[in-house]
């Protein structure tokens, strides 16, 4: 962990700081590889603030040539491209495994790329969420995702349960923004009992608190619950051992911190305890039958021994080549080093943000770095979305939420220093005006 304190003594509000910091930094270089949006102002065109890597990752500048590369292939061979072609289709998606199973702390055996994220959620809770009358309840955080909360509801409905009844949220105390993880214990161990499965954000999307994953996972094992963690906000975003931890499963989308495209392909994880169980309940579907057997074209569905019998269809290539180009970088920098420039980021936005020109501006995640990654969310006093639109005039994008928190996000694969600065400069100029 870096000495944060060490860096607080070093930071400034000056401007030339931030620049001479960027300058130094390693990972700088690393800005290079992905488009940074411009904007277009006074006949003078200059690069965004992008702090939206939380909603939608910048593109890698390789995206495109591999692409082409693809469709080259198709359209030189043809079918035959599954085999011959220069980076052969038929395990295409296997390319995937090693960077995944390294971003959320897994073996290769244990991740699988494939769909989408809510799409992947229900596949796994047809296998996980198994409801009896003793046991029927999910719990969930109540500022969830709204996919996750539609998502549980409809499977308590679907197995003959009630929501209102046996969706149990976790709210915070009075006059606070975050859950206390001695508070979402007390719950679990009090609710356990009826509890079949406890799914929970890694990172809260709304406030950008990072939960005490291994904490939690222990509390609801030890309860007899299954536990499962939708990691949207936490992959590519905070390191993590889902396989250490004895996590049952989780599932993430590739579009935020992981810089794959809208709507990219997502990602899954299913403990190794659970992957020689062939009689737990499935859903079936063509790729996800042994490879060795699987043009035998039989009618029995034999399902192999990785998260891999979790895939329905054949993998869209021109979808997964995006996840290949963007998790080689990752891979390339790796999660210690994004995780020490992440603290970094956000601590030093969180400096600026205390001066008392931002005296509106009022951080509600957590100030404890390990619990939160790189994202800060603002409550504004008096805010709207006027905030929003007068810094995308002032060249900064951020993610506005009703009715006044603003969500910004220095990822640092692609954020500086001086990104930063600039960001807590012009929200000063508006909150000012």
Same mark, same amino acid.
């Given at each position: 962990?870096?000495?944060?304190?060490?860096?607080?003594?070093?930071? $400034?509000?000056?401007?030339?700081? +931030?620049?001479?910091?960027?300058?130094?930094?390693?990972?700088? +270089?690393?800005?290079?590889?992905?488009?940074?949006?411009?904007?277009?102002?006074?006949?003078?065109?200059?690069?965004?603030?992008?702090?939206?890597?939380?909603?939608?990752?910048?593109?890698?500048?390789?995206?495109?040539?591999?692409?082409?590369?693809?469709?080259?292939?198709?359209?030189?061979?043809?079918?035959?491209?599954?085999?011959? @072609?220069?980076?052969?289709? =038929?395990?295409?998606?296997?390319?995937?495994?090693?960077?995944?199973?390294?971003?959320?702390?897994?073996?290769?055996?244990? !991740?699988?790329?494939?769909?989408?994220?809510?799409?992947?959620?229900?596949?796994?809770?047809?296998?996980?969420?198994?409801?009896?009358?003793?046991? *029927?309840?999910?719990?969930?955080?109540?500022?969830?995702?709204?996919?996750?909360?539609?998502?549980?509801?409809?499977?308590?409905? =679907?197995?003959?349960f009630d929501p209102e009844q046996h969706l149990?949220?976790?709210?915070?105390?009075?006059?606070?923004?975050?859950?206390?993880?001695?508070?979402?214990?007390?719950?679990?161990?009090?609710?356990?009992?009826? $509890?079949?499965?406890?799914?929970?954000?890694?990172?809260?999307?709304?406030?950008?608190?990072?939960?005490?994953?291994?904490?939690?996972?222990? $509390?609801?094992?030890?309860?007899?619950?299954?536990?499962?963690?939708?990691?949207?906000?936490?992959?590519?975003?905070?390191?993590?051992?889902?396989?250490?931890?004895?996590?049952?499963?989780?599932?993430?989308?590739? =579009?935020?911190?992981?810089?794959?495209? *809208?709507?990219?392909?997502?990602?899954?994880?299913?403990?190794?305890k659970h992957l020689k169980d062939a009689g737990?309940?499935?859903?079936?579907?063509?790729?996800?039958?042994?490879? #060795?057997?699987?043009?035998?074209?039989?009618?029995?569905? #034999?399902?192999?021994?990785?998260?891999?019998?979790?895939?329905?269809?054949?993998?869209?290539?021109?979808?997964?080549?995006?996840?290949?180009?963007?998790?080689?970088?990752?891979?390339? #920098?790796?999660?210690? +080093?994004?995780?020490?420039?992440?603290?970094?980021? $956000? @601590?030093?936005?969180?400096?600026?943000?205390?001066? *008392?020109?931002?005296?509106?501006?009022?951080?509600?995640?957590?100030?404890?770095?390990?619990?939160?990654?790189?994202?800060?969310?603002?409550?504004?006093?008096? @805010?709207?979305?006027?905030?929003?639109?007068?810094?995308?005039?002032?060249?900064?994008?951020?993610?506005?939420?009703? *009715?006044?928190?603003?969500?910004?996000?220095?990822?640092?694969?692609?954020?500086?220093?001086?990104?930063?600065?600039?960001?807590?400069?012009?929200?000063?100029? !508006?909150?000012?005006?």
């Amino acid at each position: 962990m870096p000495d944060t304190c060490a860096a607080y003594l070093a930071w $400034t509000t000056e401007r030339a700081w +931030a620049v001479q910091q960027d300058q130094i930094d390693p990972l700088t +270089a690393v800005r290079n590889e992905f488009h940074i949006p411009q904007h277009q102002q006074s006949d003078c065109e200059h690069s965004m603030v992008y702090l939206c890597g939380n909603s939608l990752g910048l593109e890698p500048k390789s995206v495109a040539g591999a692409i082409t590369r693809e469709l080259e292939d198709w359209a030189r061979l043809g079918v035959r491209a599954h085999t011959a @072609g220069r980076n052969p289709w =038929y395990r295409y998606h296997e390319q995937l495994r090693e960077p995944l199973a390294k971003i959320v702390g897994a073996s290769c055996d244990e !991740v699988v790329a494939m769909n989408s994220l809510t799409v992947n959620l229900h596949l796994l809770m047809t296998s996980f969420y198994r409801p009896t009358a003793e046991r *029927p309840c999910i719990i969930i955080e109540d500022s969830a995702f709204p996919s996750d909360s539609y998502a549980t509801a409809s499977q308590i409905r =679907y197995h003959g349960f009630d929501p209102e009844q046996h969706l149990i949220r976790l709210k915070p105390r009075d006059g606070e923004q975050t859950l206390c993880t001695g508070d979402i214990i007390q719950t679990i161990q009090r609710e356990g009992s009826r $509890t079949a499965l406890v799914m929970l954000g890694g990172v809260n999307y709304l406030t950008g608190q990072w939960f005490d994953m291994p904490a939690i996972t222990q $509390t609801g094992h030890e309860q007899g619950c299954v536990v499962g963690w939708d990691l949207a906000h936490a992959a590519g975003n905070v390191p993590m051992q889902l396989h250490d931890w004895g996590v049952d499963f989780a599932a993430w989308c590739s =579009y935020k911190y992981l810089n794959s495209g *809208p709507g990219a392909i997502a990602g899954a994880f299913i403990h190794e305890k659970h992957l020689k169980d062939a009689g737990l309940p499935r859903f079936a579907g063509w790729w996800g039958t042994d490879p #060795v057997a699987r043009f035998k074209m039989d009618k029995e569905f #034999v399902p192999v021994c990785s998260a891999d019998a979790w895939q329905l269809s054949n993998p869209p290539i021109l979808s997964m080549t995006p996840v290949i180009e963007a998790l080689a970088i990752h891979d390339r #920098v790796g999660m210690a +080093a994004l995780r020490e420039r992440s603290i970094q980021l $956000t @601590g030093y936005a969180a400096f600026l943000l205390s001066k *008392p020109r931002l005296s509106r501006a009022r951080i509600i995640t957590p100030e404890d770095v390990n619990a939160r990654g790189a994202q800060l969310s603002l409550f504004i006093e008096g @805010g709207s979305l006027q905030i929003h639109n007068a810094l995308l005039a002032r060249s900064v994008t951020i993610d506005f939420r009703e *009715p006044n928190i603003i969500r910004a996000a220095p990822a640092p694969l692609y954020n500086s220093f001086e990104d930063v600065w600039r960001f807590v400069d012009a929200l000063a100029e !508006v909150l000012e005006a």
